[in-house]
Every structure is written in structure tokens, then in C-alpha cells.
Antibody, heavy 120, light 112 residues
Framework: EVQLVESGGGLVKPGGSLRLSCAASGFTFSSYSMNWVRQAPGKGLEWVSS????????YYADSVKGRFTISRDNAKNSLYLQMNSLRAEDTAVYYC?????????????WGQGTLVTVSS | QSVLTQPPSVSGAPGQRVTISCTGSSSNIGAGYDVHWYQQLPGTAPKLLIYGNSNRPSGVPDRFSGSKSGTSASLAITGLQAEDEADYYCQSYDSSLSGRAVFGGGTKLTVL
């Protein structure tokens, strides 16, 4: 079964840091681009970042550029999101999602999400 | 303000047909990027519903269909059922954002 499981969320003070992880199983992780998508409480989906299969191509939303770093370890079938200089507006459920194709692709599957709360 | 515009809410009675629009521009849907749709049931992660404008993944009922024309796309749900009550999101890509993924603001479907 294709599965993504996020971890690492929690409560952090403004200006703090957090590292999210996403463990993949049931598919050849090294063959797919991966994404982080977040959803603030009661709000819609916001794409955050993507990384190509070999980490050659990395993209960020303007809202997180310079503060967040996406990475992956294909040997460990894992995706990461290092979040620094966190702000209250970063409070959200963070989902990892597999990119179905290398271009114009859809996200499938999604993990169950991990909640990040930024508050003093 | 989302790059792709969806109505905040739609509603329909059981058995009826509803449509959800997703309006973009010449830099995203109109540029030829495909549109994908997701269903998010309350308290759960989004789930792929339609990919490549009009294709259904295995397991998605044929009551759900998608279409795309010009700078817009639509999701249609026929034979509305109570379990269809959820949030629905469209997704595409935008050339003005260097090809980054973009989502619509989401539409809450209420089954009356």
C-alpha cells in the first residue's frame, strides 16, 4: 500500500524552528517528486514547496522562501521540511504529497498531516 | 486571494446535480496546464478526485466528472449523496509563478 506518514509537528514560539518528516512506503520513493502543502485552521490548501526526485529542482512559495528548506533522503525513503523563523501565520496542518508526474502533475497520495502551531 | 477562483459554497438535495467552477487565467488554466480536483472530507486529508482535467482514479464513482474549457474548469457531481458533503479544491500550475502549483480557495458542498 502506498503510504505517507508525517511527523514532527508541535507547538513552537514565534521565531523558533521545527523539522517535519514524511516517511514514504509502498512505492519507489526515489522516482517521484514530492511536495509539502499546508492548511491553516479553517482555511484552504496552500502549496509550500516541492523537490524533484534527485533533489535537482527545488521550489518554494514566496511566503516561505528564505525561511523553509525542503530536502529528501532517498536511501531512507524520507522527505523533510526544515522550518526556521516561524511566524504565527505558519500555523497549519502540513501535508506531504507525492507528485504523480514530473510535469503538470497531481498530488496523490497525501499523508494524514501534522499540526504546527506557532504561538507564544 | 487564490490564483484559482472557486465559489465558497454550493448546495444541493440528494439525487441532484451540482457543479463547482474553477476560474483561472491565461497564465495557468488558459496556458494549457491541466486541472486536478481533490475532495476533503471533514477532519481528513485531501484525496485525489479527478486528474488531468477529466480522469477518475480507480475507486472514484462515475458520479464525479471534470471538464476544462479556456481559462476555466468544472467539477460535476450527479446523483448527490450525503457522503459527498465535503470541501472540494481545484489545482493547477501557473507560468507567472515559474510553474509552481496553485490551488483554488476551496468550495464547501452542503447536501441539503
Amino acid at each position: 500500500e502506498v503510504q505517507l506518514v508525517e511527523s514532527g509537528g508541535g507547538l513552537v514560539k514565534p521565531g523558533g524552528s521545527l523539522r517535519l518528516s514524511c516517511a514514504a512506503s509502498g512505492f519507489t520513493f526515489s522516482s517521484y517528486s514530492m511536495n509539502w502543502v499546508r492548511q491553516a485552521p479553517g482555511k484552504g490548501l496552500e502549496w509550500v514547496s516541492s523537490i524533484s526526485s534527485s533533489s535537482s529542482y527545488i521550489y518554494y512559495a514566496d511566503s516561505v522562501k528564505g525561511r523553509f528548506t525542503i530536502s529528501r533522503d532517498n536511501a531512507k525513503n524520507s522527505l523533510y521540511l526544515q522550518m526556521n523563523s516561524l511566524r504565527a501565520e505558519d500555523t497549519a496542518v502540513y501535508y506531504c504529497a507525492r507528485d504523480a508526474t514530473s510535469y503538470n502533475g497531481w498530488f496523490d497520495p497525501w499523508g494524514q498531516g501534522t499540526l504546527v502551531t506557532v504561538s507564544s | 486571494q487564490s490564483v484559482l477562483t472557486q465559489p465558497p459554497s454550493v448546495s444541493g438535495a440528494p439525487g441532484q446535480r451540482v457543479t463547482i467552477s474553477c476560474t483561472g487565467s491565461s497564465s495557468n488554466i488558459g496556458a494549457g496546464y491541466d486541472v486536478h480536483w481533490y475532495q476533503q472530507l471533514p477532519g481528513t486529508a485531501p484525496k485525489l478526485l479527478i486528474y488531468g482535467n477529466s480522469n477518475r482514479p480507480s475507486g472514484v464513482p462515475d458520479r464525479f466528472s471534470g471538464s476544462k474549457s479556456g481559462t476555466s474548469a468544472s467539477l460535476a457531481i450527479t446523483g448527490l449523496q450525503a457522503e459527498d458533503e465535503a470541501d472540494y479544491y481545484c489545482q493547477s500550475y501557473d507560468s507567472s509563478l515559474s510553474g509552481r502549483a496553485v490551488f483554488g480557495g476551496g468550495t464547501k458542498l452542503t447536501v441539503l
